[in-house]
């Protein structure tokens, strides 16, 4: 993966936010969070978690490039993040329009609120904007006062979405991971603690070599269509990304039990990722071992094997970036049309080297991911924030 590649991939996803995502002035009220291919539609929600994501590429790319002709892009996501943030600290799920004026949707999830907590620490540890830090620590508190303790994040007082208690691995990783980043920015103990406590829960979900899916909780099952590489390659992120922050044996020994499932799951052509494979068939429905998730996966395995080489400094972790890396620019949406041009859409076939596959919920209204959507955050933003990183490692 050579630099122009990488920029020029990560500048095609920027002129599509530009021309098709954003909201009224620029992102003023934030940016939306998908478009829908089949219904036509760019879907209404505007996500705390995307524009935090949309937020931290355009610092890379500012950094990596140069140029600042998006600051203001940058400037609006993090101004609409301080208008919506809740007064006890938390980031309601998404606005319809970028605006409470219509509708909110109020549920606070720990995996998105725990996505903007690392995204809000990233850019203040590169920055030093103090606006940043206030906002990390209120939401950190908001989640360390509402940890149960078994150690998921979760609050009986709001009776939250559909009753769920968020047991399971995706709704805890990206949160313990956050709070290892705020304890390390601010040195409080209580930040720490609640990483231990939860990573503690996380390490007792680990069986059979791999780590269980949210839908395999038999307690709370939940996030059916997640497919069973996604929660691994966030677990070895996770792990790792808080290995370099804190070097507990126990994270690093969680990397070393996953990261051999998460390597039978490699394409050896193409250095994919692959949704499953046949030990894992009833862990999702999202369990076709020849499709490839970009919602979840891709990106989030770069990540995570960046981290890896980081925390560990395994050189074939690199190895295993560069492969996928090269493979998912080369699959980068283009020509097909300027709506989606430049994003990913959500799941790649091996078989026939198309797109396809969705992910229905039992539901057609709320078609999770698949081949007819095209999401900005949780995966064109964490991809090209990949590849910028992986640029920056082996320039």
């Known amino acids: 993966m050579d630099r122009k590649t990488a920029v020029d991939s990560v500048e095609k996803s920027l002129r599509w936010t530009e021309n098709v995502m954003l909201t009224f002035d620029r ?25 935090s994501e949309l937020a931290r590429l355009l610092w890379m790319y500012e950094q990596v490039t140069g140029r600042s002709d998006r600051r203001d ?15 006890n600290g938390s980031f ?20 998105d609120n725990g996505k903007v907590l690392l995204n809000l620490l990233a850019l203040y540890r590169c920055s030093g904007d103090k606006r940043l830090l206030d906002m990390a620590v209120k939401l950190a508190d908001y989640w360390t006062e509402n940890q149960t303790d078994r150690g998921n ?15 399971g691995p995706c709704f805890g990783l990206w949160m313990a991971a956050g709070m290892t980043d705020c ?7 209580k930040y720490l603690a609640s990483a231990k406590k939860n990573f503690e829960y996380m390490r007792s979900l680990i069986a059979g070599g791999r780590m269980r899916t949210s839908m395999e909780q038999t307690e709370d099952p939940d996030e059916f269509w997640r497919p069973a590489s996604s929660e691994n390659v966030i677990a070895l992120y996770a792990f790792a ?22 390597l039978g799951l490699v394409d050896e052509n193409t250095g994919a990722i692959r949704n499953c494979d046949d030990s894992c068939l009833s862990a999702s429905e999202n369990n076709d071992p020849d499709l490839c998730d970009f919602v979840y996966t891709e990106g989030f395995a770069l990540h995570a094997f960046l981290e890896l080489f980081e925390a560990f400094g395994n050189p074939e972790m690199l190895r295993y970036a560069e492969k996928l890396a ?29 797109w396809a596959g969705r992910c229905n919920q039992k539901n057609m209204v709320l078609d999770e991911g698949g081949e007819f959507s095209a999401y900005a955050g949780w995966s064109t933003y964490p991809i090209c924030m990949g ?5 920056g490692v082996i320039s």
């Open 326 to 354: 090269d493979w998912t620019v080369r699959v980068q949406c283009e020509g097909e049309s300027p709506k989606w041009d430049g994003s990913w859409r959500g799941a790649f076939s091996l078989a026939t080297g198309k």
């Open 183 to 189: 304890w390390k920015v601010t040195r409080k103990e």
């Open 73 to 87: 892009i940058y400037e609006n996501q993090i101004a609409w993040l301080q208008r919506i943030q809740n007064e």
């Open 27 to 51: 992102g003023y009220w934030g940016v939306y969070e998908r478009i829908r291919i089949d219904r036509n539609e760019r879907v209404c929600h505007c996500r705390p978690d995307t524009s």
């Open 387 to 391: 590849l910028l990183r992986l640029v």
């Open 241 to 262: 990304h808080a290995y370099k922050a804190y070097p507990d044996p126990a994270w690093k020994k969680a990397c070393e039990t996953i990261l051999p499932f998460v």
């Open 153 to 167: 994040y979760f609050s009986e007082k709001e009776k939250q979405f559909m009753g769920k208690s968020f047991l």
């Open 92 to 111: 309601c799920f998404a606005f319809a329009d970028g605006t409470p004026a219509y509708y909110t949707i109020p549920t606070r999830f720990p995996n």
